[in-house]
């Protein structure tokens, strides 16, 4: 049923702060922090998400929109290895920034991946196509890119660019 415009606005307003909360401190971050973020009880933010699982679904999910549209427009690039490393690049930012993201991208066996892994498959079909990728590598090893880059990112926020330009330089095929 719909929503009262006010309890969309409430609901909405506890969403941002735990955008941001999820971000910084991953899916498992106390919703205390989250109410306390947006300058609410606790027991508002359950009376909007009655349990942790609804507001952290709400969160990944508009997360996986978003990454599922990133490959969209990768697979839509006129250059293959600029789609493959585009989608690569904002990934591998997307992990440095949001820890909540770096969970969701480097889970493995969910359902809601299913279209992504998908289009990282096609990715790299192209990409190999026009002899761009190596022919060696696979969506595996795009998915331990994104895991390791991960690890980067968690160790040290600033080192991930190096860590991609190492990489990105590794898959390329080389004259």
Not at 70 to 79: F, G, V, Y
Not at 149 to 158: I, M, Q, Y
């Amino acid at each position: 049923r719909m929503m009262r415009r006010d309890a969309q606005r409430n609901r909405d307003a506890l969403v941002a702060p735990a955008r941001a909360v999820l971000a910084e401190r991953g899916v498992d971050a106390p919703l205390e922090a989250v109410a306390k973020r947006a300058g609410v009880a606790i027991g508002t933010l359950y009376r909007h998400f009655p349990e942790r699982g609804d507001l952290v679904d709400a969160i990944l999910d508009e997360k996986m929109r978003d990454w599922a549209e990133l490959a969209e427009r990768s697979l839509a690039a006129e250059d293959p290895w600029e789609g493959l490393a585009g989608f690569l690049e904002r990934t591998c930012e997307l992990q440095a920034a949001d820890r909540a993201f770096t969970e969701l991208s480097c889970a493995s066996h969910q359902d809601e991946r299913a279209a992504i892994n998908r289009m990282i498959y096609q990715l790299v079909e192209r990409a190999q196509a026009a002899g761009a990728l190596r022919l060696d590598v696979g969506p595996l090893d795009l998915a331990l890119f994104m895991m390791a880059n991960s690890k980067v990112a968690e160790a040290d926020p600033r080192q991930w660019r190096r860590h991609f330009s190492l990489m990105i330089d590794a898959l390329r095929v080389r004259p």
